[in-house]
DNA sequence: GCTGGACCATACGCATGAGTATGTAGGCCT
DNA sequence: AGGCCTACATACTCATGCGTATGGTCCAGC
């Protein structure tokens, strides 16, 4: 019998490794980035590693660059396309409570700011969205500089929430009091 | 001239090794917390260290035990001591937000959440703090439920604004704006 | 004034993980 | 059919950082 780890076994790409690099900080955080470990889950070894990539911060860089790019752009159009500016903010609160699966990557930076790479690319993408968020406050009613502070304020929920949840498990809440809890955020941070 | 780094040469106990280590915590994260790297901070070497501790994860667990001790224990009685119900809010809200220092070493470990061994004591801690605001909020005339998702809602502001401006230093925010926000923060999140 | 224990120095062993050097199998192009 | 380039294996070097072994020094107390 063929007891070989993985069967795929084509030949790997400089994306491929981005991937499974994300993937690994996503479940286990950017301290676990390592290249033999990655080898070892790609089937393949470190010489495969340093042929796409001169140092293990290289990918690391790539990797974040990737998440980067490829980020919430669906999210922000699809939000910005809804005619009713009031209708938008409780409409991205619910979505993004929702699909949680696509903030395990921020979720993972988060912990590793401590990290200087991970710094400047956590920086832009929360700048981006703080922006956003502002937008969509204004557009709602909120004079300049309320609707900077409310974004502020409600980035900050979405970041210590990701913070209490995902990574310390906190409340163990459950599904019922969780959309409770979104429905109270959106009472509360929503212009009446 | 004598170029030695510290003066002070007496003879350490292990809770100087534990003060030592939560202030390289506070400023550099769990991560960077190495026993050479802090006995030649203190002036000695490595003989001297692991005469105190076992091992350099018992440092670590007895430096998070003594932080959660000795912790907010004097805010909260501080807080309670306050006749008026519906004042407490604005006093505490303002009061966190102008004592930056004590939570210097709450932010480093929010970002060393991948530790295992940080992981109970910031749930013991996040856990008390969050039940202390319920109350504040239910004496403050939200009814149970309600008080719950507002103490979790601000919560999570609070360990967000950590992230974004301790950590990661984002908005760059001047002390007049810091200010305004703290106030927004106020009549945004205090019941009416 | 001697001794035992608290406190520390010095010099190791040892594991882990990054990076390097060099050899090699297979597809593609001509 | 021969050559070559891509993708990978193998086998190392080297730095870092934990932990250990052992010996030295200072002070308390009989």
């Known amino acids: 019998m063929n007891v ?45 590693f ?30 910005e396309a809804m005619p009713d500016p009031r209708a938008r903010l409780p409409e991205l609160f619910r979505r993004v409570a929702h699909e949680l699966a696509p903030h395990r990557v921020y979720a993972a930076l988060l912990k590793a700011l401590d990290h200087p790479q991970v710094v400047p690319v956590m920086a832009r993408v929360s700048q981006r969205r703080m922006e956003f968020l502002t937008n969509i406050y204004r557009e709602a009613g909120l004079p300049a500089d309320e609707a900077l502070n409310r974004a502020r304020l409600t980035y900050a929920a979405y970041v210590g929430f990701l913070q209490l949840n995902f990574t310390l498990g906190l409340p163990r809440i459950s599904h019922e009091e969780f959309d409770a809890y979104v429905e109270h955020m959106i009472r509360t941070l929503t212009p009446a």
């Not at 030949?11 to 676990?32: K, M, N, P, Y």
């Open 50 to 79: 340093y042929w796409h990539f001169r140092t293990r911060e290289a990918l690391l860089q790539a990797a974040l660059e990737r998440w980067e790019q490829y980020g919430e752009k669906e999210v922000i159009s699809q939000i």
């Open 4 to 48: 070989s780890a993985k069967p795929e076994r084509t030949r790997l790409s400089a994306e491929d490794w981005e991937d499974a690099a994300l993937r690994l900080i996503a479940d286990q955080g950017v301290g676990a980035l390592a290249v033999e470990a990655l080898a070892r889950q790609l089937g393949v070894t470190k010489g495969s």
